[in-house]
């Protein structure tokens, strides 16, 4: 029986921020969506040209990805101002055409929020650089590199997200900054408060433009340990993960509260924290309700379920569906009546949905896309949706030189002066490369797929021939359709959002099988997320209503499931136990 004090807190808790805990988001890689001018790069105009087709899906949050100028050296991540557009995507005044379309149809817009590092192109950077004593030297975290008997060393040890040391020798002031991600991504020095003024001010002027919150880059990189010291146990010259020592840092908490104080508290905004190396104790935190944080975590926990003991680049396969379980349980559970999820199967950093976790061949794409596509549409928290995968678009085999992902090309540069052999790396990259999810959306059988009329920036994926969406939503049954359809649902029940689940066969290597309670509902959801067809360990519990499969809905008694068959059920309301 559902206490009177935990439907009071939920209902609280829906009266705050109900829009997005009980949306749809849709992310959007502007450079891969759709280009109208003909010069290879997807840009504003192309998103606001789809706008029906986004209302038409039934998305009620987009997710932009940074459009902000930038010189490019990670696709937009690295800004170069924080309040222009990027000329290729277009400007200010198509901007604010692309909010006023979006909330006309009732979609909300959050943008990313890239404030752990800038450009070092930044007018910040450019004046940091000049002397020691420049106003903004310590915006950015500068040290002196450390005399040994082998020659100078860099201040630390760190090792970069994007391969290599975390930092750079500046020539003109002698001596190095720090970059947790590219040298030309240099990290603002969070402990300085004139930088976190200047990040304040431009939150809150893009608020006042009218957007609806923001998607917030690696937020929780932005303490340091005091002193940077490097990672012990480690030979001179060699680098170490240094995450100890940069990841939910010692004044993380107080540097959010302060944020939301200054930006948020008052606002109707959503704010969704992007956090690596981060558990349900440290999450809970920072999307605590009475914290005065972030309003939703983004984790990747499940994101290494093919990873092996090296890392992204050591493929693990087959990948344990006991072990998702659980780590979503875990999260469920960890933040229920508290904090929020996101729940996502990819993002422009991860490789396609359906060829990593499904099965992309001829047989079975459509199948296993919508089987997958079904889990976070039903479980506790916000659903993202990254563009392409209503359509099953899938991973891609390229040579090493049509790769543009800077995080791609460092690990293989890295990896063949170690002596491996070149051949060797395409495997993984083929696999996990982020290049996977950002080949141009796949709009039409057209030459380019209807994304450009031009040389697309990055190649597009040569069986855009059969994946496309005018195909898809021209053939009923396909996965554009079951997407659709998966949202309808997801909107008619809203009480997934907030529901408690209670796996069934939790162990089990082939089954995602759950019961799922929010007050006086009750849903059924099954999926085999296998090749082969699965007899139940005993007969699923009978249902009201079967709202949803791609497979026929059944007549009668469940004792098995097709190779990757999906059904959503409405159970009666004694079946809560």
Known sequence: MVQPETVAADTAAREHGRWWREGIVYQIYPRSFLDTNGDGIGDLRGIINKLDYLQALGITIVWLNPIYASPNDDNGYDISDYESIMAEFGTMADFEELLHGLHERGIRLIMDLVVNHSSDEHAWFVESRRSRDNPHRDFYIWRDGVDTPAGEQPPNNWRSFFSGSTWEKDAATGQYYLHL???????????????????????????????????????????????????????????????????????????????????????????????????????????????????????????????????????????????????????????????????????????????????????????????LAALPLTLPGTPYIYQ???????????????????????????????????????????????????????????????????TPWLRINPDYAQINVAEAMARPGSVWHGFRELIELRKANPGLAYAELTWLWPEHEALVVFRSRHQQQNWLIALN????????????????????????????????????????????TASAG
Not at 530 to 559: C, D, F, I, R, Y
């Open 181 to 371: 991600f590219s040298r030309k991504q240099p990290d603002l020095n969070w402990e300085h408060p004139p930088v976190r003024e200047a990040v304040y001010d431009m939150m809150n002027r893009w608020f006042d433009m009218g957007i609806d919150g923001f998607r917030m880059d690696v937020i929780n990189l932005l303490s340091k340990v005091p002193g940077l010291p490097s990672v012990p146990d480690t030979p001179p010259g060699e680098l170490a993960w240094g995450g100890r020592y940069f990841v939910n840092g010692p004044r993380l908490h107080e540097f959010l509260q302060e944020m939301h104080q200054r930006t948020l508290a008052g606002r109707d905004v959503m704010t969704v924290g992007e956090c690596v190396a981060v558990d349900v104790a440290e999450g809970r935190k920072l999307v605590g309700q009475d914290r005065g944080e972030l309003d939703m975590i983004f984790q990747m926990e499940h994101m290494d379920l093919d990873s092996g003991p090296l890392g992204k680049w050591d493929i693990k396969q087959p990948w344990s569906r006991a072990e998702l379980k659980s780590i979503l349980g875990r999260w469920i559970q960890g933040l229920h009546g508290d904090g929020w999820n996101s729940q996502f199967w990819t993002n422009h950093d991860q490789p396609r949905t359906v060829s990593r976790f499904g099965n992309d061949s001829p047989e079975w794409r459509e199948k296993s896309a919508l089987a």
């Open 388 to 454: 392409g995968d209503e359509i099953g678009m899938t991973n891609v085999a390229f040579p090493i030189e049509d790769y543009r992902d800077l995080e791609t090309l460092n690990w293989y540069r890295e990896e063949v002066a170690r002596g491996r052999d070149p051949a060797a790396l395409m495997p993984a990259i083929h696999f996990k490369s982020r290049d996977n999810a950002r080949t141009p959306m796949q709009w039409d059988d057209s030459a380019q797929a209807g994304f450009t009329s031009g």
């Open 529 to 572: 997320l296998h090749n082969e067809p699965q007899t139940l360990p005993t007969e699923l519990p009978p249902v009201e209503l079967w709202l949803w499969s791609n497979e026929p809905l059944p007549s009668g008694p469940v004792q098995s499931l097709a190779p990757w068959q999906a059904l959503v059920g409405q159970l009666p």
